[in-house]
């Protein structure tokens, strides 16, 4: 069990960006599989980014075609943090972020942040 905290959303133009944070507890190097999920108002929530760890050093990543091209995944072990760098924001991007570690299924979440994209 470990917990996580989100930080770094806010309020942001169109065509601006952002870099969540998601800082753990615990080590990330008991956790293979990491991930930001989003929700939207009226919307289930959603995979953005996700990260597996295939060796201790590299890593697999995805993106939701939605946000390809413009989010990044990273991890720091060093700082127990996950990073999702939004960039060209859009107003469709609006919704509650949240830091998944462990898997959706049987992992931990944070509180959630909310990001809010101005037209």
């Known amino acids: 069990q470990v917990r996580l905290v989100e930080s770094g959303g806010g309020l942001v133009q169109a065509g601006g960006s952002l870099r969540l944070s998601c800082e753990a507890s615990?080590?990330?190097?008991?956790?293979?599989?990491m991930g930001w999920y989003r929700q939207a108002p009226g919307k289930q929530r959603e995979l953005v980014a996700g990260?597996?760890?295939?060796?201790?050093?590299?890593?697999?990543?995805n993106y939701a075609d939605s946000v390809k091209g413009r989010f990044t995944i990273s991890r720091d072990n060093a700082k127990n943090t996950v990073y999702l760098q939004m960039n060209n924001l859009k107003p469709e991007d609006t919704a509650v972020y949240y830091c998944?570690?462990?898997?959706?299924?049987?992992?931990?979440w944070g509180p959630g942040t909310q990001v809010t994209v101005s037209s």
């Open positions: 615990g080590s990330l190097f008991s956790f293979k599989d």
């Open positions: 998944n570690v462990g898997g959706a299924r049987s992992g931990s």
């Open positions: 990260l597996v760890a295939t060796t201790p050093v590299t890593s697999i990543r």
